[in-house]
């Protein structure tokens, strides 16, 4: 069973640019879920995706968008980076079941804009 | 989605339990109590969950008050490798909600 893998590990970006951060889900899992999160801070939800659908958004701006593919990997896309976007972002897969599936994440990218 | 509190820090030697404790008096009637915790420089890792009753598995055991409206994650001997951010999250099919989370030093 493998398991979630991010892509890149580390990335340098400067204001207004476009970035795109891939995740593939472990075998099996149907749902994907995104999350930022600032030095010291815990992770924050960005959206989640079931069956390449969004299923649930938090508190972020349209300019961060999303992808879900049929084989469940995954694209977080943002425009116009700005430079409180640097941060670590996680993604997450999972089964969707009634209690709240294990989410299972990768290690993460690593997002500077300069 | 619930209030959680827990302790910033806390801190523990090596071989001896640890009893991480989590308030979250607003929690709905429905929703499991989730434990994950983040090792440095990884993504978070789930530990244990349950709803009402008490729960044990290879990593930890998570004690639920009767009310529910707390809960307390056991690691029954601490090791370096514990050494984490401890998150408690209540929740339903939602997404993780996480607070700041309590910090683990464990001292050998």
């Known amino acids: 069973e493998t398991g979630v893998t991010q892509s890149p590990t580390h990335l340098i970006k400067t204001r207004g640019q476009q970035v795109t951060l891939r995740c593939s889900s472990q075998s099996g899992h149907n749902t994907v879920s995104w999350y930022q999160q600032a030095l010291g801070q815990g992770p924050q939800f960005i959206f989640q995706?079931?069956?390449?659908?969004?299923?649930g958004r938090g508190n972020f701006p349209p300019r961060f968008s999303g992808l879900q593919f049929p084989n469940y990997s995954s694209e977080l896309n943002v425009n116009a980076l700005e430079l409180d976007d640097s941060a670590l972002y996680l993604c997450a897969s999972s089964l969707s079941v009634p209690q709240g599936g294990i989410q299972y994440f990768g290690a993460g990218t690593r997002l500077s804009v300069l | 989605d619930a209030k959680t509190t827990q302790p910033n820090s806390m801190e523990s030697n090596e071989e001896e339990p640890v009893h991480l404790p989590c308030n979250h008096s607003?929690?709905?009637?429905?929703?499991?109590i989730h434990w994950y915790r983040q090792l440095p420089s990884q993504g978070p890792e789930y530990v244990i969950h349950?709803?009402?009753s008490n729960v044990n598995n290879r990593m930890a055991s998570l004690a639920i008050a009767e009310d529910r409206k707390s809960s307390t994650l056991i690691l029954h001997r601490a090791t370096l490798r514990d050494a984490a951010v401890y998150y408690c999250?209540?929740?339903?099919?939602?997404?993780?909600?996480f607070g700041k989370g309590t910090r683990l030093s464990v001292i050998a």
């Open positions: 607003t929690i709905s009637g429905t929703d499991y």
């Open positions: 349950g709803l009402t």
């Open positions: 995706y079931y069956r390449e659908e969004e299923n």
């Open positions: 999250i209540p929740r339903g099919n939602t997404p993780l909600v």
